[in-house]
Every structure is written in structure tokens, then in C-alpha cells.
């Protein structure tokens, strides 16, 4: 599966969501994620593709799974958690804790769980990880904000909204 190109694959993956076929593209991203397991030494990018298709679970308000996928694709955080896979991670998060504060979706309390050890780990790996990738436009003095800060921000939010 990892010989196919990644953009290839997540195309598929997209139609198949857009058809509401999704258990075949679950089948495929969990066939995509054993294969990488399995090949750790070479670098992929067939990770995008699960967290591109769990940004559209989470656009098409699934955020349960959608959320689970991108938590899922990042372990171990220490090796895939980088400026662009934060990026994608926050938005979904973010998006979900608004429409959790609006009382629009209940999310279960596993997976709250789940974006909580998955916020910690970021905290711990992001200390060295900026969240904006051009930081040539950083001005002199300006602070660099890293992935660190923004997940213990996030993660302080969702305990208030799970009213911890």
C-alpha cells in the first residue's frame, strides 16, 4: 500500500467518505498505518492522508473518529509531532471544543481522554517545535510560540470545558 503515492490515496479515501463508504476507507487507512508500523526506518508521507481524512471526519462534525484517526497517526509524538501536523491536530481540536461549548455534539468521555494524553504528550515533545513554520516573518523581540505552550493551553480549556 505504501508504494501508492500518498496523494493518490487519500483521494481515494476522500471519495469514499464523500460517498459514505467509510468503512472502505477506514480499511485503508488502517492498512496504511500497519504498513508504516511495520517499515518505522523510512520517512512517509502516507501519515498526511490519516490526518487529512480525520480533518474531514471532523469537518463532516465526526469528531469522535475524526479526532481518534489524527491522535492516532501522531504516535509516538515525539517523532511525527512537527509544525504542519500541529497545525492540522489544533484546528480539529479547536473546532471540536467550540461546538462542545456551544452545546451543538457531545463528545464521550474516552475520547476526551484521549485529546487530553494526546494535548500532554504534545506538551511534553513541543518544547522545541514552533507552532508557524515561516519564522522568518517573526519580527525582533516577538516571542516564538511553541507547540508546548499552545497545548497546554488547549488541553487547560478542554478541562474546563469537561468542568474539571
Aim: hydrophobic share 45%.
Amino acid at each position: 500500500m505504501l508504494e501508492v503515492s500518498a496523494i493518490v490515496l487519500a483521494n481515494l479515501c476522500v471519495c469514499y467518505i464523500m460517498t459514505n463508504s467509510n468503512e472502505e476507507a477506514e480499511e485503508i487507512m488502517k492498512r496504511v498505518e500497519r504498513e508504516e508500523n511495520v517499515n518505522t526506518d523510512k520517512k512517509s508521507f502516507h501519515l498526511s492522508i490519516i490526518i487529512i481524512i480525520g480533518t474531514l471526519y471532523c469537518a463532516k462534525s465526526n469528531y469522535e473518529f475524526g479526532i481518534s484517526r489524527i491522535v492516532r497517526a501522531l504516535e509516538p509524538c515525539e517523532r511525527k509531532l512537527g509544525v504542519d501536523t500541529w497545525f492540522y491536530s489544533k484546528r480539529c481540536l479547536t473546532s471540536m471544543m467550540e461546538n462542545i461549548a456551544k452545546c451543538v455534539i457531545v463528545i464521550r468521555d474516552d475520547v476526551l481522554i484521549e485529546c487530553l494524553q494526546f494535548l500532554e504528550a504534545c506538551e511534553a515533545h513541543g518544547h522545541e517545535i514552533p507552532t508557524e513554520a515561516n519564522l522568518f516573518a517573526v519580527r525582533p523581540g516577538e516571542i516564538v510560540r511553541m507547540v508546548s505552550h499552545e497545548a497546554r493551553l488547549l488541553r487547560a480549556l478542554l478541562l474546563q470545558l469537561m468542568d474539571y
